[in-house]
């Protein structure tokens, strides 16, 4: 079994930072791929970030240049830095990991989420 928490969401000024964390816990042996997803009202769940464990990065093209995806592996956390954050970045964002559980092979889970709302 495996955890993954969320956490830094917040309400946030239009062209400020926030900085999410997610730490994943319980009987990993290897996370392959941490991911973001958010979910804004009225809107399916999107792909923002995802970083696979030889480093390599994806976005979605709304937040290349702002958001910065990082990883330490050693404690099995991953961040999502934010800057220049705009109100359509609001959203409950979510952590998801594709890893090697230690007795059930390859699993995939999700965070419960954190609220990222931008607004003035």
């Known amino acids: 079994q495996v955890q993954l928490v969320e956490s830094g969401g917040g309400l946030v000024q239009p062209g400020g930072s926030l900085r999410l964390s997610c730490v994943a816990s319980?009987?990993?042996?290897?996370?392959?791929?941490m991911g973001w997803y958010r979910q804004a009202p009225g809107k399916e769940r999107e792909m923002v970030a995802t970083?696979?464990?030889?480093?390599?990065?994806n976005y979605v093209d709304s937040v290349k240049g702002r958001f910065t995806i990082a990883r330490e592996h050693a404690k099995n956390t991953g961040y999502l830095q934010m800057n220049n954050l705009k109100p359509e970045d609001t959203a409950v964002y979510y952590c998801?990991?594709?890893?090697?559980?230690?007795?059930?092979?390859?699993?995939?889970?999700w965070g419960k989420g954190t609220l990222v709302t931008v607004s003035s």
């Open positions: 998801n990991a594709d890893l090697r559980e230690i007795w059930r092979g390859r699993m995939n889970y």
């Open positions: 319980g009987s990993i042996v290897s996370i392959v791929t």
């Open positions: 970083i696979s464990s030889d480093g390599n990065t």
